[in-house]
């Protein structure tokens, strides 16, 4: 079955700073990839995904690329705030078969003031 | 407001005590999921219902059942709970076309068998 590596587990920033998260994913068959954001007692939030047909996606402040051939997503997260503070996971899914989507472990994102 | 409704928010119970989650999306999904969440582990499907008396085990399954009877409800179902089911649970929710849509989640049950 799929595996999804996430790293940091845990990531500090100063606020203004740059953020990068990254996940590899093992099954190449995976063609869909979101990222979900859970602040401290709170529900996940998609908050960007990308498919396997595009290379990069940008909302804001917040982007992610994809690497097919090296089987890795990132998420990047520009002048962070620390309102970004939270828990970030990624998950890969195949839309052809299993409906089990994969989730990394997660990232703590502390952004400081 | 689009939303998925779990109940109840906090249990704490006892071993061996049958209990049921409830969740319920108001988005007319097809498709509806549990995850469970434990600290360092990220989330693990218990189940997912691609739809109406359509269900299939994710990747915890063990010592949970569901029922999908309406397209709204997915209960969760402990019949005989013990202390390693003490986690954080979470419903979801896709549109059509779920396997490559965002899921919807519900806020949470924190769930305490001692």
């Known amino acids: 079955g799929e595996n999804v590596e996430q790293h940091p587990s845990t990531l500090s920033v100063q606020e203004g700073d740059s953020a990068v998260i990254k996940c590899t994913y093992s099954?190449?068959?995976?063609?869909?990839f979101p990222w979900y954001k859970q602040e401290l007692g709170k529900r996940p939030q998609l908050i960007i995904d990308i498919r396997s047909n595009v290379g990069e996606k940008k909302d804001q402040r917040i982007a992610v690329t994809l690497n097919k051939t090296a089987k890795h997503f990132s998420l990047h997260i520009t002048e962070t705030q620390p309102e970004d503070s939270a828990v970030y996971f990624c998950?890969?899914?195949?839309?052809?078969?299993?409906?089990?989507?994969?989730f990394g472990r997660g990232t703590s994102l502390i952004v400081h003031p | 407001e689009a939303q998925v409704t779990q109940n109840p928010r906090y249990l704490i119970t006892v071993t061996g005590k049958k209990l049921t989650v409830t969740c319920s999306q108001n988005?007319?999904?097809?498709?509806m999921s549990w995850y469970r969440q434990d600290p360092g582990l990220g989330l693990r499907q218990i189940y997912y219902?691609?739809?109406?008396?359509?269900?299939d085990k994710g990747d915890v399954p063990e010592g949970y059942k569901v029922s999908r009877k309406e397209k709204r409800n997915f209960p969760l179902i402990l019949e005989s709970p013990s202390p390693n089911q003490t986690s954080l649970y979470f419903c979801?929710?896709?549109?059509?076309?779920?396997?490559?849509?965002?899921?919807?989640f519900g806020d949470g049950t924190r769930l305490s068998i001692l």
């Open positions: 979801a929710s896709s549109g059509q076309g779920f396997s490559n849509q965002p899921q919807h």
């Open positions: 219902s691609m739809n109406v008396e359509v269900t």
């Open positions: 099954d190449s068959a995976s063609n869909y």
């Open positions: 998950a890969a899914l195949y839309s052809g078969g299993s409906y089990i989507p994969t």
């Open positions: 988005m007319n999904h097809e498709y």
